[in-house]
């Protein structure tokens, strides 16, 4: 996925977020958005998942020279952050299906794979309201990672990870998001060591 920046700004009444954004993230590239906390990170990532509008300015969104409508976008976006909640009342093997049904996995793998994956032998009938805060966002992060989406957006991807976590985390990273278009937000060197281009909120207040 390549998405278009043409003079993008947002603001929460009459506080500019960011403003005046002319950017380009290419197809395959990995990108870092950095700054602060408060500094607009998240709010940036939002606006590139198409949750929320710029309040100026247009973005452009296209996958092998086909542009995609707003409307559409959801469909080749992959998105985890701290923020968006899991349905607690299913278990993890009901979440795994029920995401399924609405983003396909990664070729040749099965909501299986990912019980594998996340090494929660004894959670495939847990609730999710039952299982840690890491747990979560392992959870978070598979679903995210291994599926058939083309831009992958991660909100301070290792929020609630132990040292293990992380490991896992660069892991995944490594085995499933090759080729992909990443997006991650984060003041945690560890969280986007990978990436190959950091853009710092702050150039555009």
């Known amino acids: 996925m390549q998405v278009t ?14 403003k005046g954004l ?16 408060g500094s607009g990170k998240s709010t940036l990532m939002k606006v590139l998942s ?20 707003p409307d559409e976008v959801y469909q080749q976006i992959s998105y985890a952050a701290p923020y968006i909640d899991l349905i607690e009342e299913f278990t993890l093997m009901e979440a795994l299906d ?3 049904r609405f983003k396909p996995l990664l070729k040749n793998l ?10 929660f032998p004894k959670a495939k009938d847990k609730q999710i309201r039952h299982f840690s805060s890491g747990m979560k966002q392992r959870l ?3 679903l995210a990672c291994c599926s058939q989406s083309s831009l992958i957006l991660l909100d301070e991807p290792t929020t609630n990870l132990d040292v293990q976590g992380v490991d ?12 992909r278009t990443i997006v991650v937000a984060s003041n ?8 190959d281009t950091e853009i710092n909120i702050q150039a555009y207040k």
């Open 168 to 179: 896992w985390y660069l892991g995944l990273v490594e085995k499933f998001l090759g080729g």
């Open 98 to 100: 029920f995401h399924c």
């Open 140 to 142: 978070k992060l598979a």
């Open 22 to 37: 002319h950017y380009e993230f290419i197809q395959g590239g990995k990108y870092a958005v950095t700054g602060p906390n």
């Open 5 to 18: 920046f043409h003079d993008v700004s947002k603001r929460y009444r009459y506080e500019w977020i960011f």
């Open 110 to 119: 099965l909501p299986g794979d990912l019980l594998e994956l996340l090494s």
């Open 50 to 69: 198409g949750h929320l509008t710029p309040s100026k300015g247009k973005l452009v969104f296209e996958n092998n020279d086909r542009k995609f409508a």
């Open 188 to 195: 945690v060197k560890e969280d986007f060591g990978f990436c």
